[in-house]
């Protein structure tokens, strides 16, 4: 059973089905980069909605009331194994946004050092043909 499957067999309350059948209906376009932000946000809230059936289950255990878990130990599983792969892919976006704020600081670092470098170059000119011709 796929991840998507997963979702599918749980019974969704109205909202949470249709963030799936949101994400079903997604067509992804050569330009991904809103829709892709979109799905992910709809991913981050399917699992925490299912975190917190998760962990209403996880109670009811606690208690002696065993008889749901029961029933959805399958589920429970695919449930584990979709947290861990949206655990991983929160990662993977993390790490790429560090990289891209990385870029962008580096190349603001870039251009503080150019506008040293011509203000020096500018001193340099002054220094060499007075300051007369150049303002």
Do not use: C, P, W
């Not at 376009?29 to 932000?37: F, I, P, V, Y």
């Not at 962990?55 to 002696?64: L, S, Y």
């Not at 029933?71 to 599983?77: A, E, F, N, Y």
Request: glycine share 12%.
């Amino acid at each position: 059973m796929g991840h998507g499957a997963f979702f599918v067999s749980l019974d969704l309350g109205g909202y949470e089905q249709e963030q799936v059948n949101k994400m079903d209906n997604i067509t992804l376009s050569a330009n991904t980069g809103e829709d892709t932000g979109q799905f992910f946000d709809q991913a981050v809230e399917l699992y925490r909605s299912g975190s917190r059936e998760l962990t209403d289950i996880i109670a009811e255990v606690g208690k002696g009331k065993t008889d749901r878990a029961k029933k959805l130990q399958g589920v429970l599983s695919e449930m584990r194994k979709a947290s861990i792969t949206m655990m991983e892919e929160a990662r993977n976006v993390e790490d790429l946004r560090r990289k891209l704020v990385g870029n962008v600081q580096q190349q603001a670092l870039d251009l503080a050092g150019a506008r040293v470098e011509i203000g020096s170059r500018i001193a340099r000119i002054r220094a060499a043909r007075g300051a007369a011709g150049i303002s």
